[in-house]
């Protein structure tokens, strides 16, 4: 393997691992649960970044969340893998997300708190197709026609890891600390590739709590970034298990 194959494929892992870490940080334990709050610097460079690798709306994907964790495995659920099947939401939970964000007063009703501000109304959420065109660009123009595939794995994993394994794993196999409501499972006690969202019986079990491990040998990487996030200043730990 040269040193070119390899650059590409460690700058591969660390661009995903980065979205994951702003998918599980900035969306789901801070804008969905209120778990943490961030300095705007940070805040703002992880919005830029979902909207580069994503071109998800904040307001909808915290919106769809919510609505989850009210009508979770019940009818309501945006994408129980209990109403909709397995296979359907293990590979296309992304279109179940995608339905889901067209329900304009539910976005509304479950949404509020999301950002609001000019670069929301006039970039991020008008034109959220443009940021992962550019990133296209930005790779290609870097790596060649690798960029190419760069940019195809970038897409597909926070369909397939998310809305998929999460959404539809997460609530079908897997081993369970607590005895929800639902049917939520924890995957695999150890959080690496998914940011620690594995851990997902714990995360319904306390929701708001921005920590999703709770036995001595579970991982949840994202807490290690939010506890060196939080030592620079950059995060401020909430918890709001009531959300």
Known sequence: MSKYAMTEIIATLVMTHITIVCVTLYLHRGQAHR????????????????????????????????????YSDSNGDPHSPHVYGIWRVLFGGAALYHEASKDKDMVDTYGRGTPADWVEHNIY???????????????????????????????IWIPFWAAGVINGLGHWFGYRNTDTKDNSRNIFPIGLIIGGEELHNNHHHKPGSPKLSEKWFEIDIAWFWIKLLSHLRLIKIRDNNDK
């Not at 961030?38 to 703002?44: A, C, G, M, T």
């Not at 190419?148 to 897409?155: A, D, R, S």
């Open 35 to 70: 778990g943490i709050e961030f300095h705007p610097v940070l805040e703002h460079f992880m919005r830029a970044w979902l909207w580069l690798t994503t071109g998800m709306i904040t307001k909808q994907w915290v919106a769809i969340h919510r609505k989850h964790h009210r």
């Open 125 to 155: 959420t008008p034109h959220s197709r443009l940021g992962i065109g550019l990133f296209f660009l930005l790779l290609v123009s870097l790596f060649g026609w690798i960029g190419i595939i760069m940019w195809g794995i970038q897409m």
